[in-house]
């Protein structure tokens, strides 16, 4: 009963919620009787930020919280949410905007003044994870030994680091302390730690990572050295190059994104609000986008998603999102990455737009 729930073959009204609701709530699939395409309904557990707001609103104004407007609420709940109730933001809109082994910190700002003295609802900056240390050298040599032949093996790891990187700055000029949080903060062990901080100044410190890969997935080992340049003010700088069998790592280990989140105004068109999103996402340089909602047409669903903006509703509404679980990022998914299942829309789909 907890796993993915779908419905195969040609069927009629297919209604799906754009957010998912608290599992006691959750509404079946409703199936009619004649043609519609074929649907791969998930629901996946998570916090109702919204529903956790009410309850708290109810204690501190003694009336209930639909008195206070959704604009108030959703700003409230952005600047006192804890980072649980934030990522479900950013996991249960639709489409989601990211998976959850790649999602790191997460924190909000509400009121975030934009050009031509306006103001956007709030703004969610999050890590996205690209990069994951091994948890040891034996996983690379068993992957090693899962993909070649015992006289490839040699050929093999040459392969996976052909390529060389330029050298790169974790950190400059920073103090033991800081340079430990940076080390502890990518996963390295404190014996790992220990041994970059105290290397000699010409010696440098070998680890396997793996790279996330087109589905989302860190399956691509790459090799990664590090040095430690010491000073005589008691200081360091930590840098590192890769090498890697064909792409290059983005980064060290996470890149931070952010999100702009709009309050859908009922007195306010599509195209006043698109036209707002796009100004902010732009004065913001980035693509992501939230929209909140107390209710939308299935027409003007379609149309915002289209534009790159993910959905969040305060009530369920129909949403048809077509999909292709060859391309979908939903690593969660039984379906995930298999190119002949015949689904053709699902509201779980996300397509790996992160890098």
């Known amino acids: 009963m907890g796993g993915p729930r779908y419905v195969k073959g ?3 009204s297919i209604s799906l919620t754009v957010r998912s609701l608290p599992p006691a709530s959750v509404p079946p699939v409703s199936v009619g009787a004649s043609l519609a395409p074929v649907l791969w309904h998930h629901q996946a557990p998570c916090w109702d930020f919204l529903a956790m707001l009410d309850a708290t609103l109810t204690r501190w104004f003694e009336e209930p919280s639909d008195v206070i407007s959704i604009r108030d609420r959703v700003q409230i709940a952005l600047a006192t949410a804890e980072e649980d109730i934030l990522k479900s933001l950013l996991l ?3 489409p989601p905007l990211t998976q ?3 999602l790191g910190s997460v924190s909000a700002k509400v009121g975030v003044p934009m050009e031509s003295h306006r103001t956007a609802d709030g703004v969610i900056s999050f ?3 690209n990069c994951v240390l091994a948890r040891s050298p034996d996983e690379i040599e068993e992957y090693v030994a ?6 490839l093996r040699q050929r093999e790891y040459l392969m996976l680091t052909r390529y060389e990187s330029e050298t790169y700055t974790l950190g400059q000029n920073v103090s033991l302390a ?3 949080a940076l080390l502890a903060q990518s996963g390295f062990s404190p014996q790992q730690i220990d041994d970059i901080t105290h290397l000699p100044t010409e010696a440098w410190h070998r680890s396997w990572w793996y790279v996330v890969d087109a589905l989302g997935n860190f399956s691509v080992p790459f090799l990664r050295t590090m040095r430690t340049l010491h000073y005589p003010d008691g200081t360091l700088t930590l840098q590192y190059k890769d090498f890697y069998s064909q792409d290059k790592p983005p ?3 996470r890149h931070e994104q952010r999100v702009l989140v709009e309050v859908r105004s009922e007195q306010r068109s599509f195209r006043k609000t698109l036209e707002r999103i796009n100004l902010f996402r732009e004065h913001l340089g980035t693509t992501h986008a939230i929209l909140i909602c107390d209710e939308l047409s299935d027409l003007e669903t379609r149309g915002f998603m289209s534009q790159g903006i993910s959905i969040y509703s305060t009530k369920e509404i129909t949403v048809h999102t077509r999909a292709n679980c060859a391309h979908c990022a939903n690593s969660g998914c039984a379906l995930n990455g298999n190119t ?3 689904v053709l829309m699902c509201d779980r789909f996300c397509l790996n737009e992160l890098g």
Do not use: L, S
């Open 340 to 342: 002949d299942t015949g």
């Open 100 to 102: 959850p082994h790649r």
């Open 146 to 151: 899962a993909t070649a032949e015992p006289h």
């Open 251 to 253: 980064c060290f280990a």
């Open 92 to 94: 249960n809109c639709t």
């Open 127 to 129: 890590e996205a994870v």
């Open 178 to 180: 800081q340079a430990i």
């Open 10 to 12: 040609w069927q009629t």
